[in-house]
């Protein structure tokens, strides 16, 4: 078989298993092109306020980023929600909401670089406690044309505040230092570890909080901002602290505040991490080697020479008070 034979050959077979593992049924000319159509959505950024046993709307806004027009569909769904912020799809309707949320029906057109505004419409009931609730949706863009079309679905939630006092509680620990280490004792330019915060209550809290970096050889701090972040009930997340000293061998001190509600909005609780570790560049640990040796060598060279100076002069002084006795023996 010649190479343009191969060619022909393996074009056909690639082909062939696209067209089967996209399950179209249809033939290898069917197959067209491959056509992504991209969408965005957004959600208010803090939760809604609502208030048992009222009905409240939720905007939601879907965007067409693309050069041409795209049909979608908005329909719920029910959302896990993991640890560090992760968001899993059930694939089914949410049991909770499902019949409390309405969404908007049927297929919506958004224009090229544009998009629309979509109102769901939530019934709050009367017994449920206080807490941060979150309805899940996606939004999917409805397939035209022939051929293999790749369809970017994407998933979101909206967050709803049911007011009333509630028990919130968190803890925090600073784990590390990362890197090479021996207990307080870092070899590097800055110190890294990472702050866990962990949801120990049975609601929903938002949190934030800073790092100020401070050493020995500097007092102004240095701050990190740990942003406006939400952990469901026995979960956590996780966020990356860095401290770099001033010079080469330095005390570097984390002091980590994270600040979250109390048993109501107005109020708020802190906790506050203190950690101080010993950062040393490694070239300052050879510098250091290298200036023992020098001062050792320096010292050493020294103490020779007088070594044998002295050594000398003592052989010298038994040889004169001889001849001193033999010349007195003789008078």
Known sequence: MDLHARKRLAFALATAMIAVAAGTGAGVAAVQAATSRSIAVGVPTDPVLVRPGEASELPIRVINPGATAVTVMVKGEGIRLGNDGHVALTGRPDPEWSTRASFPAGELTIQPQSYVNVTVTVHVPAHLPPNLYFIGFVVTPVASGSGVVQINQIASFVTINLAGPRTRSLTATVEGPQGWHIGTF?????????????????????????????????????????????????????????????????????????????????????????????????????????????????????????????????VGRPATDRLWVKSRSRW
Do not use: C, M
Request: proline fraction near 5%; avoid cysteine; charged fraction near 15%.
């Open 186 to 314: 870092v070899l590097g330019s800055k110190v890294t570890g990472t702050l866990v915060v962990r949801n120990t209550g049975r609601t929903a809290v938002q949190f934030w909080g800073e790092n100020n970096v401070t050493s020995l050889f500097r007092s102004d701090p240095v701050e990190q901002r740990i942003p406006v972040s939400l952990v469901p009930a026995g979960r956590y997340r996780e966020f990356r602290l860095s401290g770099a000293g001033w010079l080469p061998v330095d005390i570097v001190t984390l002091g980590v505040s994270v600040t979250y509600p109390g048993r109501t909005a107005v109020s708020t609780r802190q906790i506050l991490i203190t950690r101080s570790y010993w950062v040393v560049a490694p070239w300052a640990i050879l510098a250091f080697l290298v200036l023992v040796a020098l001062l050792a060598a320096w010292w050493a060279l020294p103490h020779r020479q007088h070594s044998r100076s002295t050594s000398r002069g003592r």
